[in-house]
């Protein structure tokens, strides 16, 4: 499983992921200061999953029309540890019933909801 950590996602959180075996990069790390457009390129050219707490990334897919192939994951989340996060998103991985392939794959408080596109 391939994952792009937006420069939001605690460090705590990307390391945990990583130690866990998930071929992770991170934004903050790799490129810090892009824009979501480049980001979303990255992720469109990479391949991978973006994992954000940026809520712009639903206009980016919906009215911009970017289209990564694996999906993008945004948390709404008020309060949580810095690992929390990677938690949340191992969890969401794991689980069979949730396709996250063509979908902006919302988690909040209330729980998850997706918009595929």
């Known amino acids: 499983?391939?994952?792009?950590?937006?420069e939001?996602?605690?460090y705590?959180?990307?390391?945990?992921?990583?130690?866990k075996g998930y071929?992770?990069?991170?934004?903050?790390i790799e490129n810090p200061s892009i824009t979501?457009?480049?980001?979303?390129?990255?992720?469109i050219n990479e391949k991978r999953i973006v994992v954000t707490f940026n809520r712009d990334y639903g206009e980016l897919i919906f009215k911009r029309n970017y289209k990564p192939e694996k999906g993008v994951i945004?948390?709404?989340?008020?309060?949580y540890e810095p690992e929390e996060p990677g938690l949340i998103?191992?969890?969401?991985?794991n689980n069979k019933e949730i396709d996250l392939t063509m979908?902006?794959?919302?988690?909040?408080?209330?729980?998850?909801?997706?918009?595929?596109?």
């Open 12 to 19: 705590k959180s990307f390391l945990y992921l990583k130690a």
């Open 74 to 79: 945004y948390l709404r989340l008020d309060e």
């Open 36 to 43: 979501d457009a480049e980001v979303m390129a990255i992720a």
């Open 23 to 28: 071929e992770i990069v991170s934004i903050g």
């Open 103 to 117: 979908a902006l794959t919302v988690i909040d408080k209330n729980g998850i909801r997706q918009r595929k596109y």
């Open 1 to 6: 499983m391939k994952l792009l950590a937006n």
């Open 89 to 93: 998103i191992e969890e969401i991985i």
């Open 8 to 10: 939001n996602i605690p």
